[in-house]
């Protein structure tokens, strides 16, 4: 099973910045591919950058050249760092992971409020 925690969100202004990171119970070596996805309220969860087991990147193109994703293969831990942040930005984050076996597996989110 795997399990993954978020932390890292909180209020900021808009133009600000912040690192979430997402804490893996297994070898990210094991994982085929990760994600952060976000839910505004009133609104569908939506990729917001994912990272593949070779290192291959993509983002949503509002996210684009603000967002950067990345992992630390030893620490098990994957990381978004948000900068330029904006109003429309504010919502909960959430990290996922897929197997090789096609499962999926989600974290319970971490909330980003951006204030204008």
């Known amino acids: 099973q795997v399990r993954l925690v978020e932390s890292g969100g909180g209020l900021v202004q808009a133009g600000g910045s912040l690192r979430l990171s997402c804490a893996v119970s297994?070898?990210?070596?094991?994982?085929?591919?990760m994600g952060w996805y976000r839910q505004a309220p009133g609104k569908q969860r939506e990729l917001v950058a994912a990272?593949?087991?070779?290192?291959?990147?993509n983002y949503a193109d509002s996210v684009k050249g603000r967002f950067t994703i990345s992992r630390d293969n030893a620490a098990n831990t994957m990381y978004l760092r948000m900068n330029g942040l904006k109003p429309e930005d504010t919502a909960v984050y959430i990290c996922?992971?897929?197997?090789?076996?096609?499962?999926?597996?989600w974290g319970k989110g971490t909330p980003v409020t951006v204030s204008s």
């Open positions: 996922n992971a897929e197997d090789y076996w096609q499962a999926d597996y």
């Open positions: 297994v070898s990210i070596f094991s994982l085929k591919a």
């Open positions: 990272i593949t087991s070779g290192g291959s990147t």
